[in-house]
């Protein structure tokens, strides 16, 4: 009877069961571009690099981590800033992760505790070599109004404003600061200004708040153009300023070892 009354429905004159009209999709979400979440039981295997710091933070290190059995040792910053470290075990308790590491260069065990989702200073390698793939060389729209600009010899951060959907080609994919926010796309605008942007990539390594909240690939860039929506403008504000122009070159965009 089920059967039947389907049969009958779908020849029903009143009932139109096809879609009417094109259902066009926004040109950001034609392509999705990230990678899948990894959760902390899982990380066995996985590697991480440890990640460069703002000049001011430098001279803390890694204060997470302890080197060996020595639970008041961390790693130094310039010592181990760039180096890969493979995951070797994984020992989950009560409110946190017990992770250990082995340096993929000289074999040196490095352990540190993951609690809220992430472990601060290193981010998964895998992220930020997808990001490569899909991404170095290519053209993208920019949705935000601004990047940053960053002079490693004075620690100055400054942002560069832009028109909305600027037009930006990704000249290069590394590591930036948070672990939070570990990729860093460095971008070139088609008037030449350069500057980067942080995202989140597959939110693995990234505590549980901020994976909800925190700049993606999907909310900062159209992997296509937008469209005449009226929005876009290549051209960066009038009112900037001039000061900002004259840090272009800036080599503290790529980590020392990537």
Not at 40 to 67: A, D
Request: hydrophobic share 35%; proline share 5%.
């Amino acid at each position: 009877m089920l059967c039947l009354a389907g049969s009958g429905l779908a020849q029903s004159p009143y009932v139109q069961e096809v879609a009417i009209g094109e259902v066009k999709l926004e040109p950001h979400n034609r392509r999705k571009s990230c990678s899948p979440f990894r959760p902390i039981r899982s990380w066995l295997g996985e590697r991480f690099v440890f990640l460069p710091k703002h000049k001011t933070l430098q001279e803390f290190g890694y204060r997470n981590f302890h080197i060996g059995d020595d639970l008041y040792r961390s790693p130094n910053y310039s010592e181990y800033v760039g180096r890969i470290a493979k995951v070797v075990s994984v020992h989950e308790w009560c409110d946190h992760w017990d992770v250990e590491f082995e340096m993929e260069d000289n074999g040196e065990r490095a352990s540190a505790v993951a609690a809220g989702g992430g472990i601060d200073g290193i981010a998964p390698i895998a992220d930020i070599e997808k990001a490569r793939a899909e991404w170095l060389g290519k053209t993208l729209w920019y949705k935000k109004a601004w990047f940053e600009r960053y002079d490693e010899n004075t620690g100055v951060l400054r942002p560069v404003y832009l028109r909305k959907n600027a037009r930006v080609k990704v000249v290069d994919i590394v590591c930036g600061w948070s672990h939070d926010e570990p990729v860093r796309f460095k971008l070139k605008t088609t008037d030449g200004e350069q500057g980067h942007a942080d995202i989140a990539w597959s939110g693995t390594n990234s505590c549980d708040y901020a994976r909800r909240h925190a700049d993606t690939f999907e909310t900062s860039f159209f992997a296509q153009h937008p469209g005449n929506s009226g929005e876009v403008d290549d051209q960066p504000f009038a009112q900037r300023s001039a000061s900002l122009r004259c840090l272009d070159g800036d080599p503290a965009f790529r980590s020392p070892s990537l």
